[in-house]
């Protein structure tokens, strides 16, 4: 296990200290937060945009970010000679490729965490503010809401600053994490406020949320641990290439109870069991899973039937 | 392929008796490559961790021995530096010190003085002479005959994959009119 987590530890350091993460970790959180301001643009449901906004921001870090980071962390190892010189020491090629795709999951997971908890604290605030008008005793959550998710967000980027220039933390890898963590007081902060009750929460479509987010995750890190596996063999551009011709051969696969609903206009929709062509609200997971165990498996043959150095 | 990386289009390699594969044979193995393949964005605390990481040292451990090798490699004050800052000889160290975390009963090493200058040539040779007195077996490759006169007890030549030569460098020397330039010369002979 030492082993595992070593090489885990440094896949996952290594892409969280790419700028391009903490500037989509920062751009995301803040439009999150910063959607329920449009309250006259809902489309007929209270945090729609909020939600929209979320699951978008999680499809581009997915499909944009973490698979070419992915490809990147094995096919730059195998290039640059880090991999050999790790290979030769007592770790396995198996062992070696699930801890790198391990590494960047765990970075993906964060970031889509990161994303539910300021989408919910968004949708949450939509709710609260579109019952204030309506109903007495409901409390308007919505300006603190933005503030606590906007200023807690920002104060993390702050601090992850004065950290690296006062005491050398590196400051993306900390922004990161210290980022994820503003969007748990966020959400404390608003939820303590609004009084959210059983009751109140069944309004509000969490559970809806967090499948969406569930759906789209595992389909992204579908992709994470494909790009890795071609890595073991192919250039950068050759990965990109199946990649994205995997994501277009998705639109036509005949498997409609497996696979979201590409149709539909809103992501959200195309992601709940309700809304798209998903017959079985655990199926599109248990796809998902079978795909990573068989990219897994082959991303480890494939690997231990290659010449490194 | 001693390392296990590559595989053999024939023969085969034995390695304390197992398949440079297996991992039984590897975990007696120090390796430090030609060129010093590091994470740059690891500092030299955290490469040296990393590897010991990777021979499965407990964190106490790998800490203590991370520690004593930097100390060791002179690396102590530039510790907690990223590695993609250091010089060429810098980096050198580092890599040689994440060779030995797993103290090695067999070291190899790639062209260990290349790109080096001659304080850092010679530093490395004095440590690569410490470690062979302290009983490790060091396998050295490299075109720097005149380094390895004053390292190596044992030479083999190759040339396109086949031993031409080779022998005790004692025995050598002492054929060899040219007693500085030896090795070289029986290179140039043999090749």
Request: net charge positive.
């Amino acid at each position: 296990m030492r082993r595992f987590w070593a090489l885990a530890r440094t896949a996952a350091v290594e892409v969280l200290s790419e700028p391009l993460t903490v500037i989509l970790f920062l751009v995301a959180t803040l439009a999150v937060h910063a959607l329920p301001a449009f309250h006259y643009h809902q489309f007929g449901e209270a945090g729609r945009l909020a939600r929209e906004c979320g699951l978008s921001s999680l499809l581009v870090f997915g499909l944009f970010f973490a698979v070419p980071a992915a490809s990147r962390a094995m096919g730059r190892e195998l290039e640059s000679g880090t991999a050999a010189a790790a290979l030769a020491r007592a770790v396995s090629r198996p062992l070696f490729f699930c801890a790198k795709t391990f590494g960047v999951s765990l970075v993906f997971v964060l970031f889509a965490a990161a994303l539910v908890l300021a989408t919910e604290t968004s949708s949450y605030s939509c709710v609260k503010g579109a019952e204030f008008g309506r109903n007495a005793g409901v409390v308007n959550v919505w300006g603190p809401a933005f503030a606590a998710g906007v200023g807690f967000t920002a104060f993390a980027f702050v601090a992850a600053a004065f950290a690296n220039r006062f005491r050398g933390w590196r400051f993306c890898l900390w922004a990161c994490l210290l980022m994820a963590l503003a969007q748990v007081a966020a959400a404390g902060v608003s939820f303590g406020l609004g009084g959210c009750t059983g009751a109140v929460w069944e309004k509000l479509p969490a559970s809806g949320i967090v499948w969406s987010f569930a759906v789209l995750s595992v389909g992204c890190l579908v992709f994470v641990q494909m790009a890795a596996a071609l890595a073991t063999r192919l250039k950068e551009p050759g990965v990109n290439g199946c990649v994205a011709l995997a994501l277009a051969s998705s639109f036509v696969w005949p498997v409609r109870a497996l696979v979201p609903d590409v149709n539909a206009f809103w992501l959200a929709d195309a992601l709940t069991p309700a809304g798209g062509g998903v017959v079985s609200p655990g199926m599109p997971l248990l796809a998902g899973a079978c795909l990573i165990v068989f990219w897994t498996v082959a991303g480890s043959w494939l690997l231990e039937g290659r010449d490194v150095g | 392929m001693i390392l296990g990386l590559l595989t053999p289009s024939a023969g085969s390699v034995k390695l304390f008796g197992l398949s440079p594969r297996a991992k039984a044979a590897r975990a007696k193995l120090g390796y430090l490559p030609e060129l010093s393949h590091l994470h740059p964005f690891l500092t030299a605390e955290e490469t040296v961790l990393y590897y010991a990481g990777l021979s499965g040292m407990s964190r106490a451990a790998a800490r203590k021995r991370t520690s004593e090798l930097l100390a060791q490699v002179k690396l102590s004050a530039a510790a907690k530096r990223p590695v993609g800052g250091f010089s060429k000889g810098m980096a050198r160290r580092v890599a040689i010190a994440s060779a030995l975390v797993a103290e090695p009963e067999l070291l190899v090493l790639d062209e260990p003085t290349s790109g080096l200058d001659p304080i850092g040539t010679r530093e490395v040779k004095e440590l690569i002479t410490d470690l062979a007195s302290r009983g490790m077996t060091v396998l050295i490759t490299s075109h720097q005959l005149f380094d390895m006169q004053d390292l190596c007890n044992r030479v083999a030549i190759l040339s396109n994959g086949k031993i031409v030569g080779g022998g005790a460098v004692k025995d050598i020397v002492e054929k060899s009119a040219d007693k500085r330039h030896a090795l070289e010369d029986y290179f140039a002979g043999v090749v």
